[in-house]
């Protein structure tokens, strides 16, 4: 562990020691859920280790594969078993990789502390565990508690209709405890989440009702109320659920994040179809609210499943300084980063585009664009032309490289982006400049998952041994 001080715990003890502290490493290897359903392939998905190491002879190399032993799961994403919100406790280390199956509603325990290059199974928690002990199913993101538990979200319940409830896993046996919430009510639907102890809030957000989204997206489930458009807002001593904020119809607010200064009570949500971010702040009453701060314009486009082209925002991040924003529009192609010095009012310090549905050449025409004069050229690296768009992202500890994968989900990526399911999805990797701000792609820098031994496979969130801006949550 990164952390050398005596009687510490896993993680580091706050943000900007995260990010600029002496045992701050530079990341050698990540980890990314591999996924095969629903690209023809029947082989089961898989965790692949990827080294990131410069200097390493296999740089940019898939170096190891963990296959899981069932069909179909679809991996997503993943979290740990402790992270900083367990710094203070010297018996805790962070060696489990937590690997939820969207679909099998399986939970996978991974053992990556024996061998960081060669993770290995430790535990799976079977489906049947979620749907006796919690009548849930579905489970998305997963955040380790200073406790010593494991919180995950999940969307639905084990009939496949919508239901924002959460489950607990044992930290150290990784039994399912049961449920985290408390008393009747539990939100229609759900998806990710956050919580911040000194404001004794955890909000989580909603996708959609998993039946409904299953083998792709149709329009008129957004008409049919299927999917998502609020933060809901829970209390974190009594777990129980106490505001909804509504982003509007159809907004369908995915990732979360909470600044990363833990006395900090604002953050930020991207919301996929309405194209906009909102923060969300505590008000003076000491209830929550939110308001829209940026947004993507749709375009007119011919060519496409509709004649307005949302960004679809998928992923979100912040720096562990809370100084820049980044976000995914899989749509358009694009990747942003905002200075978000002042919250209220985020600066666009930087763009760059990865691919997308408005390349030039493509089917897709487009009539009228509020943002730009030309539509952008195909995205072009070491002589592949990269299908889909930019979709998860990871950011390096310093906030200086940008990782960056094309999948969204696979039966959404079969839809909008087939060259992707027949050709693989990419890991790429963005230079950010940390002082005025700005992306520019690193050339040398392509894993290409088009070109695994079983065949194209789509690659999703990623993963550093050491944490990272999205796992780790200070206390």
Known sequence: QPAKCGACGPGYASPLDAMKGKYCPREEVVYLPCIYRNTGTEKPDYLATVDVNPKSPRYCQVIHRLPMPNLKDELHH??????????GDATKRRNRLILPSLISSRI???DVGTDLQAPRIHKIVEPVELFWKGNVANPHTSHCLGSGDILISCLGDPSGNGKGGFILLDGETFE???NWENGGKVPPLGYDFWYQPRHNVLMSTEWGVPKALANGFNPDDIERGHYGCRINVWDWSTHTYIQAIDLGKGSIPLEIRFLHNP????????????????RFYKTE????????VIEVPRKKVQGWLLPDMPGLITDILISLDDRFLYFSNWLHGDIRQYDISDTRKPKLVGQVFLGGSITKGGP?????????QSQPEPFVIKGKRVPGGPQMIQLSLDGKRLYVTSSLYSGWDKQFYPDLIKEGSVMLQIDVDTEKGGLKVNKNFLVDFGKEPDGPVLAHEIRYPGGDCTSDIWI
Request: hydrophobic share 45%; net charge negative.
């Open 108 to 110: 996978y325990v991974v």
């Open 263 to 278: 006395d900090a009570a604002e953050g930020f949500v991207g919301c996929a179809l309405s194209g906009a971010v909102h």
């Open 285 to 292: 009453k000491g209830d929550w609210a939110a308001e829209k």
């Open 78 to 87: 993943s979290g740990w078993n402790a992270c900083s919100s367990c710094f």
């Open 176 to 178: 399912v405890k049961g």
């Open 364 to 372: 897709v025409t487009v009539v009228e664009d509020k943002e730009m």
